[in-house]
Nanobody, 124 residues
């Protein structure tokens, strides 16, 4: 059974930083992609960032709203993916979800496995 477990969320002041982690168990991914989505209260779950699985390097993609502030990375040996979030803004407040799928895409429905989410709250 594939499980994705996020951690690293919390409360931070605007302008601060947080690093989210997502560890995958039950399966070792050698292809496909990992992604982060977020969902604010009363809103849709939106794409944040994605990275492809590759031992020689990987492609990344970011939502326009986080480009230049967030960085997605992975550790193949630990079967983990990370989201470094800098210069946080109040509008970044949301539950952040880790997801795994077969292709690098911004489309939520293309990801087959999801974590339970971790809350990120940015105070202004």
């Amino acid at each position: 059974q594939v499980q994705l477990v996020e951690s690293g969320g919390g409360l931070v002041q605007a302008g601060g930083s947080l690093r989210l982690s997502c560890v995958v168990s039950g399966r070792t991914f050698r292809s496909g992609a990992m992604a982060w989505f977020r969902q604010a209260p009363g809103k849709e779950r939106d794409f944040v960032a994605a990275i492809s699985w590759s031992w020689s390097g990987g492609s990344t993609d970011y939502a326009d709203s986080v480009k230049g502030r967030f960085t997605i990375s992975r550790d193949n040996a630990k079967n983990a993916v990370y989201l470094q979030m800098n210069s946080l803004k109040a509008e970044d407040t949301a539950v952040y979800y880790c997801a795994a799928g077969w292709i690098l895409t911004t489309t939520r429905n293309n990801y087959d496995y999801w974590g339970q989410g971790t809350q990120v709250t940015v105070s202004s």
